[in-house]
């Protein structure tokens, strides 16, 4: 089975700061990638697809790099609503999440 | 407006039986495959299963395989997942969503929408 490794676990950010999740496959997925945002208590949203697609509806803030076994997630500019856990989905082989990077509040 | 309800959780012993379900609306049921993911309690999510839009690919994680089983019923646009040996690692509030566009598999894409979950906890 694929697996998916997601750093750093927590990242402490201030908001308008710039931030980079990373998500690394245990073997090439291709573009094969989705990345997810969830806030407590709440389902998960779709942020991106195919690795850099934007789902619609999602701010042109977030943007999605990477293909092989490497993919970022990238907020520009953060924003208060922007705090909350994310999530990497590789669906080349089966579906496998990644463990998650809990975003908070510096 | 895409709605999607899960219903069908509760509290059962291990080795028992559970079905959940899956009511769906405001899209065209059967173009879209459906998936199960759950999430056990503050961690994080994991996939379950995924079906495509005719019932042709079927798909489960491992730690499932051989004892739940998907299916749909696109004439009630309903999603179902049979839950058989539950054991107390499948505790988990189990979300229903959706595939995010035509697909020929099971995922192509990711999941766009999501139910609000139902909750299953398996407990002696």
């Known amino acids: 089975d694929i697996q998916m490794t997601q750093f750093p676990s927590t990242l402490s950010a201030s908001v308008g700061d710039r931030v980079t999740i990373t998500c690394r496959a245990s073997?090439?997925?291709?573009?094969?990638l989705a990345w997810y945002q969830q806030k407590a208590g709440k389902a998960p949203r779709l942020l991106m697809y195919?690795?850099?697609n934007l789902q619609s509806g999602v701010p042109s803030r977030f943007s999605g790099s990477g293909s092989g076994t490497e993919f970022t997630l990238t907020i520009s500019s953060l924003q208060p609503d922007d705090f909350a856990t994310y999530y990497c989905?590789?669906?080349?082989?089966?579906?496998?999440f990644g463990q998650g990077t809990r975003l908070e509040i510096k | 407006e895409v709605q999607l309800v899960e219903s069908g959780g509760g509290l059962v012993q291990p080795g028992r039986s559970l079905r959940l379900s899956c009511a769906a609306s405001g899209f065209t049921f059967d173009d879209f495959a459906m998936h199960w993911v759950r999430q056990a309690p503050g961690k994080g999510l994991e996939w379950v299963s995924g079906?495509?839009?005719?019932?042709?690919?079927?798909d489960y994680a491992d730690s499932v395989k051989g004892r739940f089983t998907i299916s749909r019923d696109n004439a009630k646009n309903s999603l179902y997942l049979q839950m058989n040996s539950l054991r107390v690692e499948d505790t988990a509030l189990y979300f229903c969503?959706?595939?995010?566009?035509?697909?020929?598999?099971?995922?192509?894409?990711?999941?766009?929408?999501w139910g609000r979950g139902t909750l299953v906890t398996v407990s002696s």
């Open positions: 079906i495509s839009w005719n019932s042709g690919t079927i």
């Open positions: 195919k690795a850099s």
């Open positions: 969503t959706k595939e995010l566009g035509y697909c020929a598999s099971t995922t192509c894409y990711g999941f766009d929408y």
């Open positions: 989905q590789q669906y080349n082989s089966h579906v496998t």
């Open positions: 073997q090439d997925i291709s573009s094969w």
